[in-house]
Nanobody, 113 residues
């Protein structure tokens, strides 16, 4: 089974940017759908952005216009570029893809002055 590992999180000031990486142990095209999710303390996990095998992208309303999902097939990696970050973006970010049901450790994003 293909393994997905998240990285790239950290501490950033409001208005700043981060790029998260989701590296696959195999081809990212093994999946018809890859999504970036996030979960903040006391909140449910939510889908932030997704990309299909065909390259079609979707975004949650809360991040539309600020985040962009992309992929690099040569590196088997899906990225989440996060711009104009807000305090409410603070969360642990995960990548996952159906039919996988096991979640990794994620990467922490903290937006604070």
């Amino acid at each position: 089974q293909v393994q997905l590992v998240e990285s790239g999180g950290g501490l950033v000031q409001p208005g700043g940017s981060l790029r998260l990486s989701c590296a696959a142990s195999g081809s990212i095209f093994s999946f018809a759908f890859v999504g970036w999710y996030r979960q903040a303390p006391g909140k449910q996990r939510e889908l932030v952005a997704s990309i299909t095998r065909g390259g079609v992208t979707t975004y949650a309303d809360s991040v539309k216009g600020r985040f962009a999902i992309s992929r690099d097939s040569t590196k088997n990696t899906v990225y989440l570029q996060m711009n104009s970050l807000k305090r409410e973006d603070t969360a642990v970010y995960y990548c996952n893809a159906p039919p996988m049901t096991i979640w990794g450790q994620g990467t922490q994003v903290t937006v604070s002055s």
